[in-house]
């Protein structure tokens, strides 16, 4: 028997793109239309954002701790949550959690290693790219990582919250992002850290111009590993 996986949810898109990606990969591993239960908790991003905007990261734990009881109660066996932003609220939903979690970052540094990256560039909202979400795990890995300049967060958090997050995806924004990829290539580094669950369906890594680490669907293929995984 798989493990039930829970889903944290925050914004529609992200959530929706990890769950998919979680049924459709599953298959190759279990067999035609199989995945592991499934079941997600989602309080309106609004919610959200009005203790992120405040920097009130406790009470952005306590909405992640109560979708954590409500999938404790549906059956769930491990958590994930398909948003970077508020993994900065992880630890003090680590510690009272009722279920195991798997950090967002986690499967993020391990492709990291795998490809031999040394220098990344972090992009997603402007609370994660100013944030230590990836900065405690890259530095643990030994590897090096660089933001964005000041006026280029600016607009790419604006891209995220006024278009991507509602399922927007332009190819104007398209362009910016790969113009500041191209700038921050020049800068030495040599892979992007898709930092926000949405940047995935914005960009196409077959033209990009670094290697893209999806944040989103390497989340969905750890939980279908750990789903599957024999303990």
Known sequence: MAKHIGIVSCSAEGASLCYRTICHGAASLMGE???????THTYPLGRYMEQIRAGEWDRVAELMLSSSR????AGADFLICPDNTIHQAFDRVASESPLPWIHIAEPVTSRAREKELKKLLIMGTEFLMSGPVYPDFLSKAGIAF???DAEDRR???NIIFNELVNGIFTSESRAYFD?????MKDRGCDGVVMGCTEIPLLLDPAVSPLP???STRLLAEAA????LRED
């Open 70 to 73: 409500k999938l404790a109660s």
């Open 224 to 227: 279908v590993r750990e789903a």
């Open 33 to 39: 239309y199989f995945h592991p239960e499934v079941s």
């Open 146 to 148: 660089e933001i964005p």
């Open 179 to 183: 113009t500041v990829i191209h700038f």
């Open 155 to 157: 607009l790419i958090n």
């Open 212 to 214: 893209l680490l999806d």
